[in-house]
């Protein structure tokens, strides 16, 4: 008998698609933000840091206007 020697038990991974386009067809195949968010295929990381940098780049274009006026 085997029983865990976890202290907090595993979730139940979620369904992932492995996808067999490139990286940009990849993320348009399952939505960015699917991606992104949720992990849908391998692209999730990538599709993650694209977002990052979007929210980065609003946020200090927000940030710059914000000075100027």
């Not at 979620?14 to 990849?26: A, H, I, K, M, T």
């Not at 840091?49 to 710059?64: D, G, Q, R, Y």
Request: proline share 4%; no cysteine; net charge negative.
């Amino acid at each position: 008998m085997s029983v865990s020697s976890e202290k907090i038990p595993r979730r139940e991974l979620p369904e992932f698609n492995e996808s067999q386009e490139s990286l940009v067809g990849g993320v348009i195949e399952d939505g960015f933000l699917r991606v992104a968010l949720d992990d849908a295929n391998q692209y999730g990381p990538h599709a993650m840091i694209i977002l990052l940098f979007a929210v980065a780049t609003f946020t200090a274009m927000a940030l710059l206007l914000a000075t100027l006026f």
